[in-house]
């Protein structure tokens, strides 16, 4: 019992009334908040599917998986122009060029965009873009673009920390509320454990532990969680299940030319038989 | 369900020709392992469930507990009599007395009967009582007792240690069949982690890597991989969601009272209420 | 095994022509990396401890720290004017006035002054006051810091995040070296565990383990490491042993009253004493 | 040496009363516990190492490695005669022809021996031929193995698990000493972490913590803390320098042909280098 916080565990209510978490807690909002991105609500009945490409790559890359998933039933795209990757000498994304092409994906295919955000200093280009600012695991305690990101009227994908626990996640949606922005998504995408076979340990604990401390959405990441496009499907299945609002997944039309990330990343195939999947698991626990 | 995922469709066949596995691995038996519990097949088209209190109490509390699961739909009636406790001033089950106790709810209600066998001495005591055998997760490596357990007529219920790789939880396994013993099911219950608002980490990732590098059965136990209550009935539709074969759930008539593990057991109502959701999620993934 | 990587086991000359560390590898200067911080050797033969306080709070508690750990020997004075925080709603530091007082402090005592700068838009301001820039925990892997403070003309203290490998901190420093400067001090301060007792778990494994595979110099903050102040001084000891090059250690004037890290802070008193313990410990080892 | 820091200088009541730890707990016996194997303190002024081989392979090895590691210093040898190991394929040991064989090398070296015992069905047996119990890691919580140790009259080597906490260390020495046994010595050999450059990550903050805590004397295993021999001696001087009252450490004549744990064993002549520079060391912090 040492290792167990006794402050989370019976009364929500409790809960709620910590003051270190003003805006976020559940009790600020005891209904919960649907996000609105670009007309797509997320936290609502509806599961929702957040899709597309770990980087952009090239225009044709792009669009022919913007096409597939929106095909196959995603409502928004996802696609990385700035790449935070652990070697200097790894692909970074097009940048501003990559935006320019999700922009022109949403053109076409009337999906919402959105796209990671690594540093203040592009907030504004970014937001020119896209619809949705995704903060990365990596900068989920980089505290100052937290602040930014909490000053544009702009929704958030928050990213949970590799390594961070449920309250420091909660703590990084309380810096971005604190700055006037409340259009928050949060993110499961998998801690770092001693177990090497994946490459995260998917948390799924964490979406109803979320749930019940705050208002805020939470969707989660199968691919990152896992780090295998197989186990893709039936970690989607689960997240859906335990009560996610949502889910983040990585698809490519050819996963194994991608730049980063090919071995997590669907085909658009499996990823049409995977959304096919998940509309009998939302039926059966009461969702869309 | 033709259209469900297959977590076999891509085994790599370096995989399953593993030599360290000759016996665990999936290559041994490709179209996979069910194992009989007294009438009860684990690893087939249901999910069974295997319900009970954390430890026999008293008469009572058995009874009333496995009238109370058996009605609801579980399978397999489990219970504790022998307890590994932290702490040596903690209660420590019943022993025969309660596996006694454990063979009379069994004639009353029909229900094959799961218990831990914490030393080699006890094993024949245990068997002459019980259905099922449990190495718990603090015995995973107990390889002394693997090899003894691996010797007797019964089938294993063997749960992954705290910090245990799937790896290790396979040779665990691997040392039990090369006794002679097959007829093991496998448990994820939930890893060491830095997180520390639940009792552990549940890694449902484990359930499809297991049952790609390996024929056994896989259940899932959301009491001990969350240790509240109020999470357990979330967890245990993603454990189904995600392809286990069966559940292990506490429940208790009176948790508030339990001499062990109380938070995270659920009451009769509540048990029965999962039941009734978990087989929609079930008939989702094409199960029972 | 399978748990450890080969790669790093056997042969240095092996491990010192991996591509990914071009610069940061010990191939790449196999004498060593001497960092210059204003006159103050890093990585010389002499064990240096860089100490003060963690956050500037006012003229009178930076001075009093500066004098006393001048006195007791430290080479250099650490004290934080950006403080990242949890919570939004924690003492953020006293920013760029933080920062006058530490070239105060600098005039005074002659002490080189290290702070940390957690957002590349503050580096210009950062650089005016101060002789070393402290890249944190939490900013390891902000890429376009990292990028930033490769550009400018300053010692960096690049400290290990809380779940980072080895792999991880020593590509972090590539980002920085690949910009141009070259001149980086690495800091093992403990990572994130499943114990609970301290506050991270000091990992002086890191120590040889960094040294082997980079010629940069390697330091040790017990501080972060432990949690708790009264530990320090030995786990100080056990950097020292373990070939450390120096040490990073939080003194307060006043520990109880102190704004952050009250409990993991020194008084002058006990770190006097544990400078003469230190002594000793490096004259056995072979350092000064 | 009375400047030398005090683990106990500060110690709070509140933890010394838990009445969790009756007999472990440091309030228990405040003066601190010297353990007599067989004629060896072991928790006094001197720093005793423990050594040999992993495991028994035959006389001429053994032999050959108790001369060496008892001409270098070393106060006790260890060697294995039954070996957990984690596949059922791996050498399991020479069982009771190894324990002769410790006894052997016992009567021509006159060191006391210590070696594992996996099972309490093999206790009679390896009491008969050695002078220290060892329980390992796996077997941490094996908590009928720790009651059965608990009443022979042998002093015992208590590892902590790979992913225990140093309370559930103490609440496993409370388990023995609750027996009648109160001749324990713990041991940090390192933990489970997500680092993998390393077999495990040595936590040499449990040394002090263990020592506040608790009465019983501490060593440190630094062959198992790292799995590789080349960094065995600097995570040595450390374990003295931070206050471990011995050390355990693997050597072997021919390491590269060992059976198990080759790549973590000392050659002889590597052994006695490092039993040259510990014993700087242990005269800087005021030891033996």
Same mark, same amino acid.
């Given at each position: 019992m040492s290792r167990?916080?006794?402050v989370?565990?019976s009364c929500?209510s ?14 600020a909002?005891?209904?919960?908040t =649907? ?5 797509i ?8 599917v957040?899709a597309?490409?770990?980087?952009v790559?090239?225009?044709?890359q ?7 998933v929106?095909?196959?039933g995603a409502?928004v795209l996802r696609?990385?122009a ?6 200097p000498? *790894? +692909?970074h994304?097009?940048?501003e060029?990559?935006?320019k092409l999700?922009a022109q994906?949403?053109?076409e295919t009337g999906l919402p965009?959105v796209?990671?955000?690594?540093d203040a200093r592009h907030?504004?280009t ?6 949705m600012l995704?903060?990365g695991?990596?900068?989920m305690?980089? +505290?100052t673009?937290?602040e930014?990101v909490g000053r ?8 949970r920390?590799?390594s961070?626990?449920i309250?420091?996640?909660l703590?990084a949606?309380?810096? =971005?509320?604190k700055g006037?922005n #409340? ?7 998998g801690?770092r454990? +001693?177990e090497t076979?994946?490459r ?6 964490a979406?109803?532990?979320l749930?019940?401390? *705050? #208002?805020? @959405?939470?969707i989660?990441?199968p691919?990152?969680g896992t ?7 039936p ?5 859906v299940?335990?009560?996610a609002d949502?889910?983040?997944?990585e698809?490519?039309c050819? @996963?194994?030319?991608?730049?980063s990330d090919?071995?997590q990343?669907l085909? @658009?195939d499996? +990823?049409?038989?995977?959304? #096919?999947?998940?509309?009998?698991v939302? =039926?059966?626990?009461g969702?869309?």
């Open positions: 167990q916080s006794n989370l565990d929500p409790e809960i709620a009334t910590d003051l270190s978490l003003r805006l976020a807690c559940r009790k909002r005891p209904e919960g =649907v996000v609105d991105v670009s007309g609500p997320v936290g609502g009945a509806e599961v929702v957040l597309g490409p770990c980087a790559e090239s225009e044709e792009l669009m022919a998986t913007a096409r597939a929106k095909a196959a409502k696609g990385g700035y790449k935070p990757r652990t070697s000498y *790894s +692909f994304g097009l940048r060029e990559g935006l999700l994906a949403r053109a965009v796209t990671e955000v690594m907030l504004d970014v937001c020119r873009y896209t619809d995704q903060v695991s990596r900068n305690q980089n +505290f673009l937290l930014e544009v009227k702009r929704p958030v994908l928050l990213k920390g590799m961070a626990t309250e420091e996640l703590q949606a309380e810096y =971005v509320m006037g #409340h259009e928050i998504v949060l993110c499961e995408r801690i454990t +001693f076979s994946t995260n340990t998917l948390d799924l604990n979406v109803p532990m749930k019940r401390r *705050s #208002h805020l @959405p939470v989660v990441d691919s990152h780090g295998h496009s197989w186990m893709v499907p970690l989607a299945r689960a997240a299940a335990v009560g949502g889910l983040l997944v698809v490519h050819k @996963p194994h030319e991608a730049l090919g071995e990343s085909t @658009p499996r +990823f049409e038989l995977m959304m #096919h999947e998940l509309k009998a939302a =039926v059966a626990v969702r869309r």
